[in-house]
Nanobody
């Protein structure tokens, strides 16, 4: 399974970005998908997750109310819409895939495949 993220970039405080992650897999619907981020000098942290059917979504407290995760199974793509961005949202954002969904969405060791990451920088 190959995951390729895109959509990162430089944005001003309060701006928006939409990240995309395309998966090269025939059974995309069978994977729970998550977004994580890692800032310099910090551990990788969970941002959002979505079940294969898109029936359930999960968010870190820092993302609730500002970020929205969604997926289009026909396009093998998961999205992360990020609004009201803050400088503390600056990080490399990674998408991850978990066969049948992780037991604990927030744990990175529950995911089987990772993308290469896309940089998001929010200027103040």
């Amino acid at each position: 399974v190959q995951l390729v993220e895109s959509g990162g970039g430089l944005v001003q405080y309060g701006g928006s970005l939409r990240l995309s992650c395309v998966a090269s897999v025939l059974t995309f619907r069978s994977y729970g998908m998550g977004w994580f981020r890692q800032a310099p000098g910090k551990e990788r942290e969970f941002v959002a997750g979505i079940t294969g059917s898109a029936g359930s979504t999960y968010y870190a407290d820092s993302a609730k109310g500002r970020f929205t995760i969604s997926r289009d199974n026909a396009k093998n793509t998961v999205y992360l819409q990020m609004n009201s961005l803050k400088p503390e949202d600056s990080a490399v954002y990674y998408c991850a895939a978990s066969w049948r969904g992780p037991t604990a969405w927030g744990r990175s060791d529950g995911y089987d495949y990772w993308g290469q990451g896309t940089q998001v920088t929010v200027s103040s």
